[in-house]
Structure formats: C-alpha cells, structure tokens
C-alpha cells in the first residue's frame, strides 16, 4: 500500500498539479512571515530580557518557556475564541490573516525563549572578559548581540519547522478552505481521512525535502552547525 | 524491584486474560453515527446481551469503505448508496442492509422560504455563501448530487461556494461562526444545535431521504474471528435494536427511523 502511495506520489508531484503547488507556496508564504514577524520581537525581547533584571523576570521566563511547548491547537483555540468573540466585527476568522496570526503567537515564545537562555550563557562568559577589559554599556550589549548572532539563526530554524509542521492551530483559525487556506499540512490530514494515501504521501515529501533543502542551504553559510 | 517487575507481570496478565475472554468488533462508522451519541446509547444493550466488546472508529464514509477494502473492519455503517454498491459489487463486502434513515437538511442563518426544493437551491446560489464539506464524504457526494439533478452549475456561486475539507461537525462550527449555509445530516444538526447559531433553512425528508447502510465486510479480507460481526450484523437489524434506536431522541427529537 505504502509502495502504491509512492509511485501515486511521484505522478501527482510531476504533473504539476497548480492546486498542489498554490497549497506549497501558501504554506511556505504564511510559515516564512509568521517566522520573520516573530523572529524579529522575539530577537529583540529575549535579549532585552536577558540584559536586564527587574520583578517578577523568572515568572516571565517560566512563562515563556511554558508557551515554548503550548499545543498548537490550544493556541488555535486562544485565537479562535478571539477572532469569533471580541474581535468578531473584523471577519478574521477563517482567512490567511489568522493562520499568520496564530502561527506567529506560536512561534514567537520558541525564539524568545531560545534567545533568552543562548544570551544569558554568552553574557556569562562574555561580559566578564569585556568588563576587565574596559567596555562601555553600549559596547557591552552590541558585543552580546554579535556572540549571539550564530544562536538567532538556530532559533529561527527551529521557530520555521515549528510553524511549517503544525496542522491543530491553521486547521482551527484556517479552516482549511480550498483554494484559500489549505496548507500542506491541512491538506495531508485531509487526504488522509480521504483514503487518499498517494496524495499525503506527496505532500509529506515535499514537506522533508524543504525541510532538508532549508538545512542544506544554511548549511552553506554556517558549515559549523552541521560538522 | 523484584516486586515490581512481579506486580507489572500480574497486572499485564490481567489485562490480557479479560482482553481474551471477551470477543471483539471492529465497527467503523460514519462520524454522523458516532458522534450524534447513537452508538453511546445503542452498544452497551448489544455488548451486554452477546458479550462482546464493540470498538468504534468513525470516519467519514470514503475513509470508512477503504478500511473496509483493508481488511481493517468488521462491519461498516456508511451513508452512501452508489459506493456501498460498488463495494459489494467489487466483492468487498459479504452482506449489506439499510438499517435505518433520517434526511439531509440545509442550515443557516434564515429559512430559505423555498417553495420546492428547486427553487431552494435557486436561491442557494444566486445570494448565499456555501460551506462545501468538499472531503468526498456521503453528505459531500450527495450535496453533489443535488446540484447536478437539478441542473445547477456551483461555479454560478463563483467565491460564495467554499469548501471546508473537514467534518460535518467543523463545517457546522464554521457555517455557524460565518453566517453561511450549508447541508447537514439531520443527526449532527440536532445533536450540536445547542452551540449553533444556525436553524434550518430547508427540509424536505422525501427527497432528501439519507440511507445508512450496514455492511458486514468480507472476512476472507482478514484474519480475525468474524462471529460477533454477525451476531452485530443481526442485532441491528433485529426488532429490539429498532425500538431502541426509534427511542433515541436529542432534545425530544428523533435522530434516526430504523427501516422497516
């Protein structure tokens, strides 16, 4: 059966199914936004958080690292319940705008919370040597974004695959309309339900090969992630 | 350790001896059947009476019949007469019935006021949204169906026709947080009505009359003890299983007629 569902899914990848692609593109569009968006504030708030101390900073900290590992369909269902009640006047739910929404929700405390524990262990180690040697407060903090330079990119990939994977959250916010907001991992769960194995498997493919393809091309530029 | 290991040992044992004891089902069903809290209410008389456990699975009607061609059930509940015939047809199945019917029923936020259903659909197109389930279930073939019979072309909806992908249950949320329309078992409506803000735009339980057919699949398709799929098989169809599920209603409604 698995062997059938292959060679159905090699045909259905070369024919060049345009709803098969739209759904690839869609997929990669929402998950690369969602990912930048949440990228950039969690970049910015996790070493902010990391360089400063004020009250209740372990709270914070317990709490994000809590929402690090949220199911994404109990996030979808935060948002849900958002879209359709307070902000039900907007007509949100069920478009692209939510999916990127609920994804960027998700994804964000994974970067924040992986940038808040890589700064804090660089400071450690940077900060001493820097103070000994003089640095100023402005020299300090830029010198603690470049240690933590190598560490965004790693938080970044992780928050992408986060957001590329799920299917409870955009399947919820989303609604999986056809031809609006089917994502790859939608569709898989529907064709699934279907019967229609071959087509799951092509989209699970793809799914690894970008997943590989991403890997490959960071690769490229930071060879020491991979050796 | 020692004790533990012993404790596990014992308990394991346990499980598999009254796991032994009791013959076992595989009933994969329409979700519609499940869900309504049919089978809930149905199966406890059946187990208790012939002693054996029933494990449901539901599915969507396309899904279900493939378990079925899989070997991975022992009787279906479907709701979709062309592709159960086929399935017999094909061989797959060692005996099929009509075990009971409700109707298909459009919802959404105000009745149609259809004089027919011709002209429900008419209206249908020319000024409402339309949630699709678009999945290849019973309900999706058969809303198919419809426009086809009746000479009406979906692309006349142009983007007011939308397809959802999913369950009757999530297209039923969905058509109720949107104001849309959509076509419903009478089941799922009923047994969710409490959260939807949705009432029925039109009815016409003839004509739009859904079957649910019970099939007992083809044993030479696996290797389990098939003896409770026909106990099941008969139980259904018996005098008792009819007045049960005559009986079962959701807020005073009757969910399913068993056929006579």
């Not at chain 1, 569902?5 to 060049?16: K, M, T, V, W």
């Not at chain 1, 070493?47 to 949220?70: A, D, E, H, P, W």
């Not at chain 1, 309309?177 to 339900?193: P, Y």
């Amino acid at each position: 059966m698995f062997l059938e569902g292959l060679r159905e899914a090699i045909e259905l990848l070369l024919s060049f199914d345009r709803e098969l692609y739209g759904i690839i593109g869609l997929s990669l569009f929402i998950s690369l936004l969602a990912t930048l968006t949440a990228g950039a504030l969690g970049v910015l708030s996790g070493i902010l958080i990391s360089v400063t101390n004020f009250r209740g900073k372990r709270l914070l900290k317990k709490l994000i690292f809590t929402f690090m590992g949220i199911p994404p369909v109990v996030l979808g269902l935060v948002v849900l319940l958002v879209l359709a009640g307070p902000l039900s006047n907007m007509n949100l739910l069920f478009t692209r705008t939510a999916m990127y929404t609920a994804q960027t929700l998700l994804v964000y405390p994974i970067i924040t919370g992986s940038i808040i524990i890589t700064s804090e262990k660089t400071q450690q180690k940077v900060l001493e040597t820097a103070t000994t040697l003089g640095a100023s407060r402005n020299n300090k903090l830029m010198l603690l974004i470049a240690e933590t330079k190598p560490f965004i990119l790693l938080s970044i990939i992780l928050g992408f695959s986060r957001a590329i994977s799920e299917v409870g959250a955009v399947m919820l916010v989303g609604g999986n309309i056809r031809g609006e907001t089917r994502v790859m991992t939608t569709f898989i769960a529907l064709n699934t339900s279907m019967g229609n194995y071959g087509a799951s498997i092509a989209m699970g493919l793809i799914l690894l090969v970008i997943a590989f393809l991403i890997h490959t091309t960071i690769a490229r530029f930071r060879s020491d992630f991979y050796d | 350790m020692k004790k533990l290991v012993i404790a596990c040992m014992l308990i394991a044992m346990a499980l598999t001896l009254s796991a032994c004891q009791r013959k076992e089902l595989l009933l994969v069903t329409t979700t519609s059947v499940e869900n309504s809290g049919l089978l809930e209410y149905l199966l406890p008389y059946f187990e208790e009476e012939h002693g054996v456990k029933v494990r449901v699975t539901a599915v969507g009607t396309g899904a279900a019949l493939n378990y079925g061609r899989l070997g991975q059930a022992d009787v279906l509940i479907v709701h979709d007469e062309k592709r159960e015939l086929e399935f017999m047809e094909a061989g797959y199945g060692e005996k099929r019935a009509v075990c009971m019917y409700n109707d298909f029923i459009f919802v959404g936020p105000d009745s149609l006021n259809g004089q027919n259903l011709e002209n429900a659909l008419e209206t249908l197109t020319e000024q409402h949204y339309f949630y699709s389930r678009g999945d290849n279930s019973g309900t999706h073939l058969r809303e198919l169906d419809l426009w086809e019979t009746h000479n009406i072309d979906i692309n006349r909806f142009g983007s007011r026709y939308k397809e959802t992908g999913q369950s009757m249950e999530s297209t039923l949320m969905m058509t109720s947080f949107k104001g849309y329309y959509t076509l419903s078992d009478r089941a799922t409506f009923l047994a969710m009505n409490d959260n939807l803000d949705l009432t029925i735009a039109y009815e016409e339980p003839d004509s739009l009359r859904n079957d649910y057919g019970l099939i007992k699949v083809d044993p030479s398709l696996h290797n389990r003890d098939d003896s409770a799929a026909d106990l099941f098989y008969e139980w259904m169809l018996s005098k008792e299983a009819k007045q049960l599920i005559l009986a079962f209603t959701v807020n005073d409604e009757p969910l399913f007629t068993p056929n006579e």
